[in-house]
T-cell receptor, first 116, second 111 residues
Framework: GAVVSQHPSWVICKSGTSVKIECRSL??????MFWYRQFPKQSLMLMAT?????????EQGVEKDKFLINHASLTLSTLTVTSAHPEDSSFYIC????????????FGPGTRLTVL | RKEVEQDPGPFNVPEGATVAFNCTYS??????FFWYRQDCRKEPKLLMS???SGNEDGRFTAQLNRASQYISLLIRDSKLSDSATYLC????????????FGIGTKLQVIP
């Protein structure tokens, strides 16, 4: 599948601060990237679809003002968790795929966010 | 009807057993199909693509039934290391290359 990197892999922050997570496609251009969140022992939940050069599409129930997504280039999408609270502590994963229907989705290694 | 339905399990099977999972989809325009494996606290990783003619990779066999709109994954001779969550993933035409995935089936292989 497509190779995707994600940074940082682990972050601890104080309540009220903002945290930025980067997702990069390696060796290919991704016009679309996806952001997920996974709480312990639960399934992946799609948060939003990040579109290069345009606004992200958010899933129902996901606050777009709290989870800011920027997809400024064909290889980079960022997710910023603004004014983080302990309930935002979760495993955040991004994914992308090379732009043909037959190519499988690649996932980043994930970012484990802990808000104190 | 949900876009994709997958039994979350858990499936608890003894070592050496054969186990099969299904995943049904509602969008008949779905084009590409995949099985992913996710270990605890890790990201999903591609296990295998699913082709119309069916395909096999060692102990793993994937099949697609377009008429009934489901894909299946068969694992033979289960190993302890097969314990994981298995996700089905579909792609379909549409704006921004729509990708849909199931909630995952948890497999626990018991010694």
């Amino acid at each position: 599948g497509a190779v995707v990197s994600q940074h940082p892999s682990w972050v601890i922050c104080k309540s009220g601060t903002s945290v930025k997570i980067e997702c990069r496609s390696l060796d290919f251009q991704a016009t679309t990237m996806f952001w997920y969140r996974q709480f312990p022992k639960q399934s992946l939940m799609l948060m939003a679809t990040s579109n290069e050069g345009s606004k992200a599409t958010y899933e129902q129930g996901v606050e777009k003002d709290k989870f800011l997504i920027n997809h400024a280039s064909l290889t980079l999408s960022t997710l910023t968790v603004t004014s983080a609270h302990p309930e935002d502590s979760s495993f955040y994963i991004c994914s992308a795929r090379e732009p043909t229907w037959a190519d499988p989705l690649g996932f980043g290694p994930g970012t484990r966010l802990t808000v104190l | 009807r949900k876009e994709v339905e997958q039994d979350p399990g858990p499936f608890n099977v003894p070592e050496g057993a054969t186990v099969a999972f299904n995943c049904t989809y509602s969008n008949s325009a779905s084009q590409s199909f995949f099985w992913y494996r996710q270990d605890c606290r890790k990201e999903p990783k591609l296990l295998m693509s699913v082709y119309s003619s069916g395909n096999e990779d060692g102990r793993f066999t994937a099949q697609l039934n377009r008429a009934s709109q489901y894909i299946s994954l068969l694992i033979r001779d289960s190993k302890l290391s097969d314990s994981a969550t298995y996700l089905c993933v579909f792609t379909s035409p549409g704006g921004y290359q729509k990708v849909t995935f199931g909630i995952g089936t948890k497999l626990q292989v018991i010694p």
